[in-house]
């Protein structure tokens, strides 16, 4: 049946097609609803796609690195980060741990305190960067040697604060594909409306095309084949519009750009291409259903 109903729907008949007005405000409605629908569906996958990127980041990249803070007099301060070094070479689990130089963290604390910034002007603590392994570092056990050691290295796993952002990473993914579905289910009411709307309008033709012997399923299936095709063609380009609008969105190289990182990267561009495919289903589901429902009042 469906493999039918897909081969009318491409093929079309002429004299079935004449049932449903060519223009008006329904056809307008369609074009206009599935457009934007779609344009908006962009967006939200999009923002679930990106979402999803910094909650993996987060999770699994920065679950492998911590950060040893030396907070020391400035005549102390390379001594205890070289005893510190030397722990972390003798730790099980550490892949990898370096000083941060004065340029690095000079970088840091550009955004804060500006380029220009001299670092010896202020008692900023050395920083050591540490990449675990696969199999993970004992946290506590560093710390309990660190504390006895090294009394002035402050061991942050980063924990603290990755935790709450993988969270709301998490949610905001969930939130993108609830956003997705909501709108997929705006998309098949405004049809369903559309579609009972031009039913209705077109009763009387409906009753001689019935007394002539058409079918209801062969006045549907002209119902059906037209919204289709409009949602499908509005899909189209609402999603061609949301693609280049994410294209232009800022990238990481631009200055102020707030909204780095809400895109498509790689194969996650082919994704909204299956927003207009799917309008079309939604568009094709919404109208049967509502032709059958009013095509049953008009009886």
Request: charged share 15%.
């Amino acid at each position: 049946m469906l493999r039918t109903a897909m081969q009318a729907l491409w093929s079309g008949d002429r004299q079935a097609d004449r049932v449903v007005p060519p223009s008006g405000f329904t056809a307008q409605l369609t074009l206009f609803a599935a457009a934007t629908m779609a344009f908006l569906a962009v967006f939200a996958l999009a923002l679930s796609l990106a979402s999803g990127r910094l909650a993996d980041i987060w999770g699994q990249q920065l679950a492998r690195t911590a950060t040893i803070r030396v907070v020391a007099p400035v005549d102390q301060r390379a001594a205890q980060t070289s005893a510190a070094l030397r722990i972390l070479e003798t730790t099980k689990g550490v892949a990898s741990a370096r000083a941060l130089t004065d340029a690095e963290q000079q970088a840091l604390l550009a955004p804060w305190f500006g380029a220009d910034l001299a670092i010896d002007a202020l008692p900023v603590p050395r920083l050591i960067e540490i990449v675990e392994d696969s199999d993970g570092m004992d946290v506590d056990g560093l710390r309990l040697r660190l504390a006895a050691e090294v009394p002035g290295a402050v061991l942050d796993n980063h924990s603290r604060w990755r935790e709450p952002l993988v969270k709301a990473a998490s949610r905001l993914r969930l939130l993108g594909w609830v956003s997705t579905v909501l709108i997929v289910a705006s998309l098949a009411a405004m049809v369903t409306l559309a579609a009972h709307a031009a039913l209705s309008a077109n009763a009387q033709v409906i009753a001689v095309l019935r007394l002539v012997g058409a079918t209801d399923g062969y006045i549907a299936q002209a119902f059906i084949r037209r919204f289709t095709l409009r949602a499908l063609a509005g899909a189209a380009g609402g999603t061609a519009v949301g693609m280049l609008a994410i294209l232009l969105l800022p990238t990481s190289t631009d200055t102020g750009a707030f909204l780095t990182g809400l895109g498509f990267q790689g194969w996650h561009w082919l994704v909204p291409l299956i927003v207009p495919f799917l309008s079309g289903g939604v568009a094709f589901a919404a109208t049967g259903a509502a032709a059958r429902r009013t095509l049953k009042g008009l009886a």
